[in-house]
């Protein structure tokens, strides 16, 4: 069955460190390229970061050079590591997972994680 978890938020102070976890599963087909959003109260849903099966990175100008997306095939992870956080990085963050058969092929299907809160407050 199709899951994706997030995992790893949590209240910490400004400039504290943080790293969120999202696990996915797409029945047979592998993961493919996997995004991180966030979405503030009352904002609209962001996109944070991008990696895909290859390893290209692409991140939001509000986080380049303090967040680092990374992956661990063997574990079905993507990890978001937080650094220098702001008050601004409050929010819902999600993890979306795009699953296919092979990175030769488009993805079949896309699924979204429940979220987990981050709040950077003193």
């Known amino acids: 069955q199709v899951q994706v978890v997030e995992s790893g938020g949590g209240l910490v102070q400004p400039g504290d460190s943080l790293t969120l976890s999202c696990t996915a599963s797409?029945?047979?087909?592998?993961?493919?390229?996997v995004e991180w959003y966030r979405q503030a109260p009352g904002e609209q849903r962001e996109l944070v970061a991008t990696?895909?099966?290859?390893?290209?990175?692409n991140y939001a100008d509000s986080v380049k050079g303090r967040f680092t997306i990374s992956r661990d095939d063997a574990k079905n992870t993507v990890y978001l590591q937080m650094n220098s956080l702001k008050p601004e990085d409050t929010a819902v963050y999600y993890c979306?997972?795009?699953?296919?058969?092979?990175?030769?092929?488009?993805?079949?299907?896309?699924?979204w994680g429940q979220g987990t809160r981050v709040t950077v407050s003193s």
């Open positions: 797409g029945g047979i087909f592998g993961i493919r390229t």
């Open positions: 979306h997972a795009e699953f296919g058969p092979s990175q030769w092929e488009d993805s079949v299907f896309d699924s």
């Open positions: 990696i895909t099966s290859g390893g290209i990175l």
